[in-house]
């Protein structure tokens, strides 16, 4: 095969490297391997070009400036798979000035070697007429060789050491471009040792023709601009929450910096050599078992694993792309403060609620207290007065509401004669009687000095009658041990009879009290209604 008929596939290549370009150039805003895979394969196509051109045509112009042009198109394809390599293994990689000369320097240094016809033969000699087109290397082409291939090798390094670390489609994304680019490195070689005589084909772009199909492939069936991922230090390594890596077995396959110092809280000296163990050794029986115990509440378990450690604990399985199990991810996170802050939220909350019981007693006590007479313990008028006004309210069709009005006979005399503690026993005493005879739902009140009322909700004339005498009698029973005999009198009104509402009913029983003092005291008197009471 004569070396004019290889420039159909070199220009192939050159138009495939175009087609690789347009992909990659639409897809930089997804991913910065983009813009650095369009690089490279920016110089594939100059380099493939240089090629067709160099051996489709016998033109002296060609000849002259293939070493130039196909120096760019080398220089280009170096920086840009070592970006792209950069890249790919850590997409927070940017090109810095300083490698970008780096980088630039010696590529521009050996173009313009090649473009100066005094210099051109130290990079490359290519016969200026006739029909042969072999190429020899000079000296300068041979350094840049060497320098490309450590450049290169630095690049394959970063990207092994990534692939080492990575899994699943990210492994698979590496594995591609290392095996391209080492296809077309070793291609190069190749093509180097067989034009090392100035006979050889330069094959280097059927190399990065067979490339670049692979990464096509790759593009649409793997998704290679589609998902870079993160290095591991950018994540994993940085995130708060203890995450570790566990086999079906248990044992501990990897874990981050965080779970160091979680695990090195929860059982001191435990950091070292953590990798290969078995999880409960590490993170020990009692937490294993606390957690154990835990409920599983939408696949996360909260338990306190030592004395004020509370953890979050989070499992997902992971399998292969066969559903066969390959361990789970434990994600860990601290709560110890959150969950002190609740408990201690919560320590309140029972607090509160034991001082607004307390309160809402010494409220009712207060209540109560507002409406007791000190002295007897009995109701005073106030409450009296709503007791009333709501028994005469509630009180059903035709069921009558009764009051006794009690007054202490000779009182006055009782204070004047054994003084104000003897008088006040005697009231003490009679509030006793009172609510001795008192029956649920009654009501009995001091009503103000020595008169007191008893309410009697549901009870008639007669009824209130009775009640009254029972009273008059058990009171008529009652000495003080000072001598002081007691007796009272009672006057006796009820609904319908004295009126229905509360002022008539108290002035029909007042009236009727005030009958039994003038008929003699010590007695009781019934009203007759709305005319004068009756004995």
């Not at 070396?3 to 087609?19: D, E, K």
């Not at 120096?71 to 790919?88: D, E, F, I, Q, W």
């Amino acid at each position: 095969m004569t070396l004019q008929a290889w420039w159909p596939l070199f220009a192939c290549a050159a138009v495939v490297a175009l087609g690789i370009l347009a992909l990659a150039w639409q897809r930089r805003s997804r991913t910065p391997a983009a813009t650095a895979l369009a690089v490279t394969v920016s110089g594939v196509a100059v380099w493939s070009a240089a090629d067709a051109a160099l051996y489709g045509t016998t033109a002296a112009v060609v000849r002259q400036a293939y070493p130039a042009v196909l120096m760019v198109g080398v220089g280009v394809v170096v920086a840009g798979v070592y970006g792209l390599s950069r890249t790919v293994a850590d997409p927070s990689w940017q090109l810095s000035r300083r490698v970008a000369v780096s980088l630039a320097v010696e590529p521009l240094l050996l173009v313009l070697a090649a473009a100066l016809p005094a210099t051109r033969g130290l990079v490359l000699a290519v016969p200026e007429s006739g029909t042969a087109a072999e190429v020899e290397f000079g000296p300068l082409f041979l350094a840049h060789s060497g320098y490309s291939y450590v450049l290169l090798a630095v690049a394959y390094l970063h990207l092994a050491r990534r692939r080492r670390s990575a899994a699943g489609v990210f492994r698979r994304q590496l594995t591609v471009l290392l095996g391209t680019a080492v296809l077309s490195t070793v291609g190069n070689v190749v093509a180097v040792v067989l034009q090392g005589d100035g006979h050889g084909v330069d094959l280097t772009p059927l190399f990065f023709l067979l490339t670049g199909l692979v990464d096509c492939w790759a593009i649409f069936r793997l998704g290679l601009l589609q998902v870079v991922p993160v290095a591991r230090d950018r994540v994993v390594d940085t995130v708060p929450d203890a995450v570790l890596v566990v086999d079906p077995e248990g044992r501990v396959l990897d874990l981050n910096p965080a779970a160091v110092r979680m695990l090195e809280r929860t059982r001191p000296g435990v950091a070292d050599g953590i990798l290969g163990r078995f999880l409960q050794d590490v993170a020990g029986p009692e937490a294993v078992a606390v957690l154990g115990r835990a409920a599983d509440r939408d696949g996360s378990r909260l338990a306190e694993v030592a004395p004020g450690v509370w953890l979050d604990v989070r499992t997902s399985p992971i399998s292969d792309p066969r559903g066969r199990a390959l361990g789970r991810i434990v994600v860990v996170r601290d709560v110890s403060e959150e969950q002190g802050r609740r408990l201690a939220v919560e320590a309140l909350n029972r607090q509160l609620a034991e001082q607004l019981v307390e309160i809402e007693r010494l409220r009712a006590a207060l209540a109560e207290e507002a409406v007791r007479d000190p002295l007897t313990g009995l109701h005073n008028r106030r409450h009296l007065d709503r007791a009333l006004d709501a028994a005469l309210a509630t009180a059903p069709d035709g069921t009558p509401v009764a009051v006794v009005l009690v007054d202490v006979d000779h009182f006055k005399t009782v204070n004047d004669r054994f003084g104000h503690a003897v008088g006040d026993r005697v009231l003490q005493s009679v509030a006793g009687v009172l609510t001795g005879a008192a029956r649920p739902g009654d009501v009995v009140a001091r009503y103000g000095g020595e008169e007191f009322l008893v309410l009697l909700p549901g009870a008639g004339r007669g009824e209130a009658a009775a009640r009254a005498e029972e009273i008059r009698r058990r009171c008529a029973g009652l000495l003080d041990r000072d001598g002081a005999a007691v007796t009272v009198s009672a006057g006796v009104a009820a609904t319908p009879d004295d009126g229905d509402d509360a002022a008539m009913l108290l002035a029909g029983a007042d009236r009727a009290l005030y009958a039994a003092k003038a008929a003699g005291r010590d007695r009781v008197v019934v009203s007759a209604g709305l005319g004068a009471p009756v004995g």
